[in-house]
């Protein structure tokens, strides 16, 4: 804008402009322009212009009280009075700007989309939906179904856009504005994305609502919605679109003994251990197969606990739930137990969820280790033992003062999975070993030294042959290498090799100076003497690594043969790259 073509200024204005440029304030400077040349535009213009102008700007920026004055001044409801076809429809400008008060005020004038093409507001006519099924403005969706302009709506989008059913039961629908939808013609199984939910449905969305969830999802099944949902084309970051996930996430979030309604789900037919693609956002899966992660009603009951800090009545209630759940058969997704390829499974178990969310030192809290203990008790272990000190055992944990709180923490568990009937020390030192040793550049640091000589000192045998392939857990880890798993071989041309590597030779150190022994034959074969053999076929980028763990195997053997000359146990002293005699 000109201010050369300013006839009228008025003197407040001037002073303002002039105030913050003798203070040197540019930002209110520009802001004072800016509303200048907003309001003030349309007062240069000629009389057409003039209301032509104000009242697009009334219906863009969602300006009701502007464009009532324009209605004033004898300006059309249905037109801003513009040359091109396009924007004849002030209702279409409405949509198009999201302006909701313009919106349902011209709807109220009995305004419509007039020469607009149906393709052409499928869009924003969504987006706009979605303003208008909120909290806040059920009672003007009411009014606008009942003068049935939300069929003119469906006329030109489709049946699911038109009536959000789903949103509007999650925004705190009356069992009357539902009634509205379904006698409009409203599809009750119709599934949307949503950004909280992942995923949402009629009943689903009944279900989670607390006040009156039993009864409009009863109204909702009495008129034909089904406890099993239809498929989707998309795959939703979360599966609450299905009954069942939906209630046992308001079992946990409700805080009270009521399992009324996971029993309706499963009187209907619905499977306490069904499986529904997640993604799980906590870190479980940074690797390039989000696809692959999974979730049952176990795991999902578990993510949606509010908090471990609550009453006693509170901590209760999610005990007795749980208790409910399990006695049910709710497990979590079948995960093959085997070392090196229990990594390879993206989905979290049961205790990686927990741990993962209230951190490792919650182990030392009754009410967490209490439902940890029912988890393990029931067999939710998965045998994620490596994947869980792999995890959350690095870092600052291994230093004081902070070591005794995780140490402690971990011992608890350790005693916990020990105590189970068909326990295992060896199985679980070889998954504690070889788990850790996989896939990600953890070092051994205390917490892994602390827990490796607790379960030997618990009677577990390093030399066990424990592993799938009958041979012990050193064995394993050297297969590991002769076998490079897609998950094990993203690091052998990265920057990170190194790094890699010299975890992977203090891990081997660690395991021999417990008496690993190298040279054992397993089913007639020898894991590291097969490994220093596939130096022969192995690629230009892998020798150099298996070279070292194969000069790590050497110092180990020589190492482990003084030991039984002298009858001295030898420790690796990591930062004077030799053996120093020790007693353990």
């Known amino acids: 804008m000109c201010f050369g073509t300013i006839e009228i200024l008025p003197l407040e204005i001037f002073e303002t402009i002039v105030s913050y440029l003798d203070i040197g304030d540019e930002a209110r400077l520009y802001s004072t322009c800016r509303h200048l040349h907003i309001y003030g535009e349309p007062l240069l213009l000629d009389p057409f212009d003039r209301k032509q102008r104000a009242m697009i700007w009334a219906v863009r920026h969602d300006d009701l ?12 409801t249905s037109s801003p009075a513009r040359l091109q076809p396009k924007l004849f429809s002030t209702l279409a400008l409405a949509v198009r700007g999201e302006s909701l008060d313009v919106f349902e005020h011209l709807c109220a004038q009995g305004v419509g989309f007039e020469g607009i093409p149906p393709s052409a507001l499928k869009h924003q006519l969504r987006v706009l939906m979605k303003k208008i099924v909120s909290p806040g403005r059920l009672d003007k969706l009411q009014t606008l179904i009942e003068r049935g302009f939300i069929a003119k709506v469906a006329a030109h989008t489709t049946r699911d856009i038109a009536w959000p059913l789903s949103r509007a039961i999650v925004a705190g629908a009356s069992e009357e504005l539902v009634q509205l939808f379904i006698d409009a013609g409203a599809n009750l199984n119709a599934t949307h994305e949503h950004r909280y939910f992942g995923s949402i449905a009629p009943l689903a969305a009944a279900i989670l609502t607390s006040n009156t969830g039993g009864e409009l999802a009863r109204q909702l099944v009495h008129h034909g919605a089904t406890y099993e949902p239809s498929a989707l084309h998309f795959r939703p970051a979360r599966p609450t679109r299905h009954p069942l996930f939906a209630a046992v996430q308001r079992l946990a979030q409700s805080g009270e003994r009521n399992v009324s309604v996971v029993e309706d789900c499963l009187a209907h037919g619905c499977d306490i251990n069904k499986t529904e693609h997640r993604v799980w956002d906590r870190g479980f899966n940074w690797d390039w197969r989000p696809r692959q992660q999974l979730s049952t009603p176990l ?4 993510d949606a606990i509010p908090s471990l800090s609550g009453g006693a009545a509170q901590q209760q209630a999610t005990i007795q739930n749980l208790a409910f759940l399990l006695d049910h058969g709710a497990r979590t997704p079948v995960i093959p137990d085997l070392a090196g390829a229990i990594i390879q499974s993206t989905t979290p178990s049961c205790l990686e969820l927990l741990i993962d969310r209230w951190q490792v030192e919650s182990l030392n809290d009754d009410h967490f280790f209490a439902i940890v203990t029912m988890l393990v008790e029931a067999g939710c272990m998965d045998g994620a033992m490596g994947r869980l000190m792999r995890r959350y055992c690095r870092g600052v944990r291994n230093q004081d003062p902070y070591f005794a709180d995780a140490w402690r923490g971990w011992r608890r568990l350790l005693d916990l999975l020990l105590a189970q009937p068909s326990s295992d020390p060896s199985l679980l030192l070889m998954h504690l070993l070889v788990d850790s040793g996989t896939k990600e550049m953890s070092t051994v640091d205390r917490l892994l030294v602390a827990a490796v000589d607790y379960l030997m000192s618990r009677g577990a045998d390093i030399n066990a042959p424990v592993s799938p392939l009958g041979s012990s857990a050193l064995h394993m880890l050297c297969t590991v290498y002769q076998h490079p798993t897609p998950d094990t071989m993203w690091w052998h041309r990265s920057p990170y090799q190194d790094s890699v590597v010299q975890h992977r030779r203090d891990l081997l150190h660690l395991m021999m100076s417990r008496g690993a022994d190298p040279l054992r034959r397993f089913c007639g074969r020898n894991a590291p003497t097969e490994l220093i053999q596939y ?22 053997m020589v190492t482990q043969r003084l030991a039984k000359a002298n009858g001295t146990s030898y420790m690796h002293n990591r930062s004077k790259n030799i053996y120093v005699p020790v007693v353990w």
Not at 541 to 552: L, N
């Open 65 to 76: 009280a502007l464009l009532k004055r324009c209605f004033l001044q004898g300006r059309r």
């Open 299 to 302: 795991l999902e009951f578990l």
């Open 535 to 556: 130096l022969k076929v192995a690629d230009p980028s892998t020798r150099a690594w298996i070279k070292k763990v194969g000069q790590t195997l050497c110092e180990g």
